[in-house]
């Protein structure tokens, strides 16, 4: 490791005391330009104009150029590209009238969508969106799931642009107004019955997933969330319930709250400063969130450089397990070893499960990247250097690639066709933040999320003058 052990403790003091310490280490490297450039492309690219659904993949398959690989529209890859036209407009991509057009199209599309109990016809329910909706009508896709998650991170992006776009015109006012419809149409509580925590989802064919958000995984947000609404919050008991399963243990050097896919580190920050402000649980352990994403960092480093189970071409700058594409379900002898992969999976590392088929995602790594710099933009420079352009596109990187899934068709590896809308959306947040802390700031303006914030018992830093400043409103 890099760090010892001591100097990780005097910089978790520092990260809780100094949350306007410099964001960025070292010199600005302009591979970040270039390969946020063209992951904001995707986003525009693909999101039709008409309705503002970002699909959940899109092909780059080059018989399917023009006819990519049918997908339905993911509500979390929407909630990422409402936060995108901002960032677009920030780096001089489009206009602020483009994106204040595409925002209200995708706003007004989904408080005029259907909220009903019905299985078919339907958007939502109780305020909240189904996981999967069709690209063209917008209604339930494949039986899928009411998904609690999945509307806060939609809900995350239209915050964001409510506290962006703040201009005193009517296309603006209409913003924030429909935001504030959305959000304080949701119905927490109907996500809580009779459990503590917040549940995961809902069917109409068989009702609830019994499953609570327990920690610690991505959906800290989404507590945030449901403490800060004005009309159905939850109360601070859902939040003591989440705190009391973590699992705080050391694992590869580092001791941290453990989750073993690295977008459970990234997604709660990607729009949500956590330097600096701590509740109870990080208060007791000396740290605070974004300390301990960059220990998740550094344990998926080492775990790749020592490479324990002599996965093809894993190394100190080849790193990244997450959820993410797969080549196969199958299993098959590589170089003497019998090896059982995956398609689409959460993969990772942690104290207490470890799931691993071989298969890297390039945003396991760039999600990290204000986290951990100095050992993420070397990872994706090698990347893209070893690999060219059967992983660095047009649009960035594709989803995934597995070095070891060798087979007769695929010689050299296996390497993924699409483009999922929640990986690409972490790496151009991701990437903003570590600029400027754009996103963060922006996200600080917002009474809800500091409502939230206050509620689940954060406390200093940024945090203590946004309080101030939403209380005097």
Not at 36 to 41: G, P
Not at 80 to 88: G, M, S
Not at 346 to 375: L, Y
Request: hydrophobic content about 35%.
């Amino acid at each position: 490791m890099k760090k010892t052990v001591l100097f990780l403790a005097a910089l978790s003091i520092v990260s809780c005391q100094q949350p306007d310490a410099p964001r960025s280490v070292g010199q600005w490297d302009p591979f970040l330009d270039t390969l946020q450039q063209r992951t904001i492309q995707w986003f525009l690219d693909v999101t039709p104009r008409n309705t503002g659904l970002t699909p959940d993949r899109w092909s780059r398959t080059e018989t399917l150029r023009d006819k990519p690989t049918p997908s339905p529209s993911s509500i979390a890859a929407v909630g990422f590209a409402l936060t995108v036209y901002p960032i677009a407009v920030e780096r001089g991509i489009i206009t602020r009238d483009e994106a204040i057009e595409r925002t209200l199209t995708t706003l007004r599309f989904f408080w005029n969508s259907t909220q009903s109990p019905d299985a078919t016809g339907v958007t939502g329910y109780m305020g909240f969106y189904y996981h999967f909706i069709d690209m063209q009508m917008g209604h339930r896709e494949w039986q899928c799931e009411l998904s609690s998650v999945d509307t806060g991170l939609l809900m995350m992006g239209a915050l964001f642009a409510q506290s962006y776009y703040t201009q005193n015109m009517p296309a603006e006012t209409e913003i924030r107004n429909l935001t504030d419809s959305l959000y304080r149409r949701i119905d927490w509580t109907y996500f809580t019955k009779d459990t503590t925590g917040l549940m995961m989802s809902w069917r109409p064919e068989r009702g609830y997933n019994r499953w609570t958000w327990h920690g610690y995984n991505e959906a800290l947000f989404l507590y945030v969330l449901a403490l800060g609404s004005p009309t159905h919050p939850i109360g601070y008991e859902g939040y003591e319930h989440w705190l009391s399963t973590y699992k705080w243990k050391e694992h590869y050097g580092e001791t941290l709250a453990n989750f073993m896919p690295l977008f459970g580190h990234q997604y709660s920050h990607a729009w949500i400063d956590f330097r600096g402000i701590q509740d109870a649980f990080m208060e007791e352990k000396g740290i605070d969130y974004f300390e301990n994403s960059r220990r998740a960092a550094y344990v998926h480093r080492t775990y790749a450089t020592q490479n324990p189970h002599q996965w093809i071409d894993y190394s100190d700058s080849i790193w990244g397990l997450t959820a993410c594409d797969g080549p196969k379900d199958t299993s098959f002898e590589v170089n003497g070893i019998l090896r059982k992969f995956r398609s689409y999976s959460a993969r990772g590392t942690g104290a207490e499960e470890e799931v691993d088929d071989g298969t890297i995602a390039p945003t396991g790594a760039a999600g990290c990247v204000p986290f951990a710099p100095e050992i993420v933009i070397p990872a994706l420079k090698a990347m893209r250097n070893k690999y060219g352009d059967k992983l660095w596109t047009e649009y960035g990187f594709v989803d995934a690639f597995n070095p070891t899934y060798i087979t007769p068709p695929t010689p050299n590896g296996w390497f993924d066709h699409d483009y999922l809308g929640i990986d690409q959306g972490p790496i151009v947040l991701m990437i903003e933040n570590h600029r400027n802390g754009f996103v963060w700031d922006v996200m600080r303006k917002s009474k809800y999320i500091v409502e939230g914030l206050r509620k689940a018992g954060f406390t200093g830093g940024w945090l203590e003058e946004a309080e101030v400043a939403t209380q005097s409103r």
